[in-house]
């Protein structure tokens, strides 16, 4: 059967979007040079267009983590495919994600990380599904809320489709 994609955040509301939290970030990091954390694959497109509007001195790096759950639900067990190749110790770090739903994939990668002792640590996603957390998670910037509706595009897949959508659609099966 064919997906239906409804469109609930357009291509012009996300650059809007990502160009303001890029300013926040701009002025908060000032001269403190941070590591920007991708968390893959789903923050490749935001973290590309959100470091292309900072205005500061910035590092790159990515973590690829493969979260065991059925479907599309995360169950918190994280495998580990790819680490850091920066050296996170004493560094200001910002962690970029694409969507934080239940918040257990991120917890386990917040505390991973916080053992190799960074000088900050903070987060930032474009999408917060508020209402799925099952976990308390502290978040620093925060683009868009959205309802608990499964989304694509911007980076986000379905069975690995609809990632180079420039858009946010649900997808109704
Ligand atoms: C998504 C998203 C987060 C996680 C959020 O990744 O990028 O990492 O799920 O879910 P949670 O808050 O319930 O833990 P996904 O597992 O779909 O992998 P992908 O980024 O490689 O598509």
Redesign the pocket.
């Known amino acids: 059967m064919k997906d239906k994609l409804k469109i609930i955040i357009g291509k012009q509301a996300l650059k809007k979007g990502v160009k303001e939290l890029a300013h926040k970030i701009s002025n908060d990091y000032k001269d403190k040079d941070p590591v920007l954390v991708g ?5 490749f497109i935001f973290m590309a267009d959100l470091v292309r509007e900072l205005q500061i001195p910035h590092k790159v790096d990515f973590i ?4 065991y ?1 059925s479907g599309k ?2 169950s ?1 067990v994280v495998r580990w495919l790819k680490d850091l190749s920066i050296n996170i110790e004493d560094k200001h770090v910002i962690i970029v ?10 917890n386990y990668i917040r505390n991973n990380l916080l053992t190799r002792n960074p000088k900050s640590l903070k987060i930032v996603t474009l999408l917060n599904k508020r209402r ?1 957390r099952k976990i308390k998670i502290p978040l620093r910037y925060v683009g868009f809320f959205i309802a608990n509706r499964f989304v694509v595009g911007y ?3 379905y069975n690995e489709k609809y990632r180079n959508l420039p858009y946010i659609a649900q997808l109704k099966e």
């Open positions: 968390i893959l694959k789903g923050s690829s983590v493969a979260s759950g639900c995360a918190g994600e694409d969507i934080i739903d239940s918040g257990l994939t991120l799925r980076g986000l897949d």
